[in-house]
């Protein structure tokens, strides 16, 4: 494939500052399971190339799913046809700074490929799965999925770059909802999806498959019978799995750049941070320290370059509480003169890139999690996103759990149903207390992150410790 789009940039004879060819071959499968019966087999082939062209300081775009010499001139040529269009309404005059050139591979770290596991051995588990749901009459539905893509992408540039990355992916998950006496409540994996993981079929199923899915179904029979979550002003603790979700929306989304410029407005809104506050802001207490890493093993926005060819490694975004970079490409990060990442990535072929989160996490604390718990004389303990709203500023919240859990006098005691809070960005990581040790630090992914008109769904990764946090506003299914 490299030597195709080596052959395509040869043969470019128009006046332009730089081409680059991005190509990618996904292979896809779904597969899922609803109350033991198949519900979705599915195998997709999804291939083609988008064409960058710099000329008179503008980019344009143009894609085509015909990797043939032909096609791709045709494509350079509509590129160069919509930069030249475009340059007198330009906002930036860029230049091929914002693509050096960059040699390199990358391969998602696997021990079984993903023809390791066949149809029909995929599908025997999730039915499998569904069965062990079914801890009791009153679960009447479960629910299990499986999904796996092997991603390869090619990216050549007219000033050297020569870049191939193979990503294989697994993304699984399994629910339940138990229902009785005019109450329902559901319970699932980790939130939807949440196992999203770079690997092979080494990771579906893992030793601890069987145990969790009974948990699972025991979990959601119990939310039945048990009080909402309480309605006050108390201390806090997120498991790993809902501060996936607490960090995507309110650092992960506000701290992109193309959104503090301006320019995502209209899909999902803007951000409450302001040019001026990196290097300044305190964004919260001294304990929260946010990275962004593409360089950790297995997590799922794992890469070693991003789709524009530039180099990614682990870049504090938060130290000790202070802002100090955002999640910007190379244009973005010249435009606003301000320090980035590499994360211009685009959901497929036919996209171009935008500022994306990739690889977002919560450095670990210093707090086991019985040291955290038996500090707390009252609060609650709460797991596993199931609703999320956020003003289209990123700074005013409201977030629902699955299961939660009173803590009184040092003790985790009733479980407690519909359990919710909700603060604003700022004074929610202030009150950042109590930061979990490695041992409570886990990684979790989603595989559907929209953003972008026309949208584009990415996959993202969140590693975090449990946490704890003061003095925040909870409430349950009544309030």
Not at 28 to 56: C, Y
Not at 280 to 308: C, H, K, V, W
Request: proline letters at 5%; hydrophobic letters at 35%; a negative charge.
């Amino acid at each position: 494939m490299i030597d195709c789009l080596l052959a395509a940039l040869q043969q470019v004879q128009l006046t332009v500052e730089w081409v680059g060819i991005r190509a990618l071959r996904e292979t896809r499968t779904r597969r899922s399971v609803r109350d033991g019966r198949p519900e979705q087999n599915q195998r997709q082939l999804i291939q083609g190339a988008m064409v960058e062209v710099l000329a008179q300081g503008q980019f344009g775009y143009s894609a085509t799913n015909q990797l043939t010499p032909e096609a791709l001139q045709a494509a350079i040529a509509q590129a160069h046809a919509q930069a030249i269009a475009a340059s007198p309404w330009r906002l930036y005059p860029f230049t091929e700074a914002v693509r050096p050139p960059v040699v390199g591979e990358y391969c998602s770290p696997h021990e079984k490929p993903l023809s390791a596991l066949g149809a029909a051995e995929i599908n025997d588990l999730l039915v499998r799965l569904c069965q062990t749901l079914r801890v009791s009459d009153q679960i009447v539905r479960s629910r299990a999925v499986a999904r796996s893509s092997e991603v390869e992408s090619w990216f050549v540039s007219s000033n050297g770059s020569e870049i191939y990355q193979k990503f294989l992916i697994i993304e699984t998950g399994f629910d339940a909802i138990a229902q009785a006496d005019g109450v329902t409540q559901s319970r699932s994996d980790n939130g939807l999806l949440a196992r999203s993981y770079q690997g092979g079929w080494e990771l579906f199923p893992d030793p601890t498959l069987w145990e969790r899915a009974r948990r699972v179904g025991e979990q959601a029979v119990e939310l039945l019978s048990a009080p909402d979550c309480p309605t006050t002003a108390t201390t806090l603790v997120l498991a790993p799995d809902q501060m996936m979700l607490q960090i995507h929306e309110s650092v992960g989304h506000p701290l992109e750049l193309d959104r503090i410029l301006g320019d995502e407005r209209n899909y999902a809104g803007g951000s409450f941070v302001k040019p001026t506050d990196f290097g300044q802001l305190a964004y919260g207490s001294p304990l929260m320290n946010i990275t962004f890493d593409p360089s950790t093993s297995g997590e799922l926005a794992s890469y070693r370059y991003d789709d524009i060819g530039a180099t990614a490694e682990k870049q504090y975004l938060i130290r000790e509480g202070r802002l100090e970079r955002g999640l910007g490409s190379l244009e973005s990060q010249t435009r606003l003169g301000i320090p980035g990442v590499a994360c211009a990535r685009a959901c497929s072929w036919n996209r171009p890139t935008i500022d994306r989160m990739a690889n977002i996490n919560l450095e670990p604390g210093d707090k086991s999690l019985a040291e955290m718990i038996s500090s707390i004389e009252r609060g609650v303990y709460m797991e596993a996103n199931r609703s999320w709203s956020i003003d289209d500023q990123r700074h005013k919240f409201q977030f629902g759990c699955e299961y939660g859990r009173l803590i009184e006098q040092g003790q985790l005691t009733q479980t407690v149903k519909n359990p919710n809070y909700r603060a604003t960005t700022p004074q929610f990581w202030h009150s950042l207390s109590q930061v979990g040790d490695r041992a409570t630090w886990e990684t979790y992914g989603t595989p559907c992150c929209g953003k972008g008109e026309p949208n584009q769904l990415i996959r993202v990764g969140h590693a975090a410790p449990t946490c704890v946090f003061e003095n925040i506003e909870v409430f349950g299914g009544a309030a």
